[in-house]
């Protein structure tokens, strides 16, 4: 037994250094998801020849550049809650923002179908950082909440490491990473000689840096200006800002790639790059105009042979949650919903919660309005909507202005519901240099296709010629020639807002 015993005791340690030698097998079919706030398809991986992003370039060179997506809503809560729900924000109930008195929230059933849910019951570890903006905390659960300056993608992306390279190789994981640029913020440029002075865009004054970044710096009179802005000294001071905020989160995009390749993880793990809407700037954030609407959308998926393409398939943002549970083999493709479906009225049982509240609009959350682009990834030439639907109700709760929109290849229908009134402006965009040079100069000044006063007061109907006129210079809706094409567009407005559940659809028949 002694004898025994002493080769028992010199044997244990040899099986624990023969199991240490052996290679861990990390999980298969992992997915980021990064989600930036405010940004535009300023890329080079786009063509936008002053944009320096060469880490999302890199990806979408060995991925699929979808050129034609779009968010729903140019709002930042609302539309976060359409990419973490698969459902159209006038349906969801997050009609506006979430934050301080705005209180705007998701009905509770959406727990249903609400990303990080149904990708947890698909087996994956969740994990999220940087900007959250929807509620109840509830139905949008994650199991691991980290801290990060979401101003600093590339300390974000360090404090996402251990979660990354977590032991717990039985699970893949899931993060949802979410930057604060290059939403406006951190005050004016007091170093500019002009009289009024260009927003920070979160960039550190005095041409300071974060902590670990190498911040890219640019000439205003390099960057591109679009379409929809005027080409003034004050829109390109505010365009150098914002571009090297996007800079910043694709310093922390870069960071996230050497992460992953670190721990042999690059090659296991979907990555898919977007914003929550267009660019800061009258004229893109909180309309639905292409600049508004109109976001990137890099996708680097490791187990597609075929890759490094532009796909011209028109997908929305209501896509999204069905295509990541699709990855993740949790998509039921006959019913559009999570093969394993919580049960809503169970789970809210069970935690006793919301048993009085409105949790559904009277109508069941049983299938996603969006479907997964995931078929397109492998075949540049595959089409996906036919048309896609924007729908805008609130940004800040005193910004009350419902439009919905119609659009497809041809044309783009805007329906102004509210068209008496005068355009509501988001505070950080009444503010901005770009838009108060161009006011002081009355109704009648340039404003990119249009003028202040036309900004300002809108018609019931813009019809555009999305073929001849994508930048939206000429409303076609009072045009004799059209008439028979505004007919059409309205029915087909018509025909998703019953398919989407619409609750402003009786706006038809009673204004």
């Known amino acids: 037994m002694p004898q025994r015993t002493a080769v028992a005791a010199i044997a244990a340690p040899l099986v624990v250094l023969f199991l240490s030698c052996v290679p861990v097998q990390s999980a298969e079919r992992n997915v980021i998801f990064v989600i930036t706030d405010d940004e535009s398809p300023t890329l080079g991986c786009y063509g936008d020849p002053a944009a320096k992003t060469p880490a999302i370039d890199a990806i979408a060179k060995d991925g699929v550049v979808f050129d034609r997506a779009f968010a729903t809503t140019a709002s930042c809560s609302a539309s976060r809650s359409v990419v973490m729900s698969g459902i159209h924000n006038h349906r969801n109930g997050q009609f506006g923002h979430q934050h301080h008195y705005h209180k705007f929230a998701s009905f509770h059933d959406i727990v249903s179908l609400s990303l990080p849910r149904v990708m947890a019951r ?8 940087g900007k959250y903006h929807v509620a109840p905390e509830a139905v949008y659960h994650f199991d691991t909440y980290l801290k990060g300056n979401g101003r600093n993608a590339v300390e974000m992306a360090n404090k996402c490491e251990d979660f990354i390279k977590s032991n717990d190789r039985d699970r893949p994981f899931f993060l949802y990473f979410g930057t604060s640029d290059p939403h406006r913020g951190g005050g004016v440029d007091k ?15 005095n041409r300071g840096s974060f902590p670990g970044v190498e911040e890219t710096f640019f000439d205003p009179s390099e960057v591109t200006v679009p379409p929809f802005l005027p080409d003034t000294a004050e829109t390109r001071e505010e365009l150098a800002q ?5 800079s910043r989160v694709d310093a922390g995009v870069a960071r996230l790639v050497e ?54 398939a028109m997908i929305s943002h209501i896509d999204i949650t069905p295509s990541l549970l699709d990855f993740a083999g949790g998509l039921d493709h006959q019913k559009n919903a ?20 409105n949790r559904n609009g009277n109508h069941p959350f049983d299938q996603y309005h969006g479907r997964s682009w995931m078929p397109c990834l492998s075949d540049p030439d595959r089409p996906h909507h036919d048309a896609i639907m924007a729908s805008h109700t609130f940004h800040e709760i005193q910004m009350y202005y419902p439009m919905r929109v119609v659009r497809d ?6 329906w102004n519901i509210a068209h008496p009134l005068p355009y509501p402006f988001a505070s950080d965009l009444w503010a901005a240099s770009s838009w108060q040079a161009q006011l002081a100069k009355g ?61 402003w659809i009786m706006k038809w028949d009673y204004e």
Not at 242 to 246: A, L, P, R, T, V
Not at 276 to 295: N, P, R, S
Not at 409 to 414: E, V
Not at 455 to 465: G, N, T
């Open 122 to 129: 698909a087996g994956y570890r969740t994990g999220h950082i």
């Open 191 to 205: 170093t500019s000689e002009s009289e009024l002075k260009p927003n920070l865009f979160g960039n550190k004054p």
């Open 242 to 246: 914002y571009y090297q905020s996007c």
């Open 259 to 312: 992460i992953l390749r670190e721990a042999d993880l690059y090659e296991k793990t979907l990555i898919v790059f977007t914003s929550d809407h267009g660019m800061a700037f009258a004229g893109g954030k909180t309309t639905v105009y292409e600049g508004g609407l109109h976001v990137p959308m890099v996708v680097r998926d490791p187990y597609q042979e075929r890759r490094g393409f532009h796909s011209q």
């Open 338 to 357: 999570p093969k394993n479906m919580l049960s809503a009225k169970k789970f809210w049982q069970e935690r006793d919660e919301a048993l009085q509240e």
């Open 409 to 414: 290849d041809k044309y783009k229908l805007i």
């Open 443 to 503: 109704n009648d000044a340039p404003y990119g296709q249009m003028t202040v006063g036309r900004y300002v007061q809108r018609p019931e109907f813009e019809l555009y010629d999305m073929a001849t006129d994508p930048h939206e210079s000429t409303n076609l809706a009072d045009s004799q020639g059209h008439a028979d094409v505004l007919e059409a567009y309205q029915a087909k407005l018509k025909q998703l807002q019953k398919k989407y559940q619409d609750p």
